[in-house]
C-alpha cells in the first residue's frame, strides 16, 4: 500500500508513477504464492485489480484520461472487493470523459 500511495502522490507531483505501481504489481505477485496462513494480517483488497485501479487514479492525477480509459475495460468491477473501490472505479471513468470534455459519457 505504500508504493500505491507513493504512486498517487508522485503523480500529483509530476513525477511518472511507474516505479511504485510496478512494485506494487510484484508485491501482489508474491502474495498469491503465500498461503493464507503465513501472514497474521492481511489486506484481502490487495490485489491485481486493486493495483490498475490505483494506475487509474494515477493517470488522473497526471491528466491523462486516454490512459485510465485504456485501463478501464481491463477491470471488472464486480472482481473489485470493497465498495468504496469499486465506486472509485466508476468516480475514475467519468473524470476521464469529463476531462476530455465529453460530459455525456461521464455521467
Known amino acids: 500500500m505504500l508504493h500505491l500511495q507513493a504512486a498517487l502522490v508522485s503523480a500529483a507531483l509530476g513525477q511518472d508513477p511507474t516505479d511504485h505501481l510496478d512494485k506494487a504489481d510484484r508485491q501482489v505477485a ?6 493464507p496462513d503465513t ?3 492481511r489486506n484481502p483488497t490487495f490485489d491485481a485489480a486493486n493495483v490498475t485501479l490505483w494506475r487509474m487514479s494515477a493517470a488522473m492525477e497526471r491528466r491523462d484520461p486516454g490512459q485510465v480509459l ?16 469499486r465506486a472509485q472505479y466508476f468516480v475514475e471513468i467519468g473524470r476521464a470523459h469529463a476531462l476530455r470534455r465529453d460530459y455525456r459519457s461521464s455521467l
Open 30 to 35: 508474491r502474495l498469491e504464492q503465500a498461503g
Open 39 to 41: 501472514a497474521l494480517l
Open 70 to 85: 485504456e485501463l478501464a475495460p481491463t477491470l471488472d468491477p464486480e472482481s473489485i472487493a470493497a465498495e468504496g473501490r
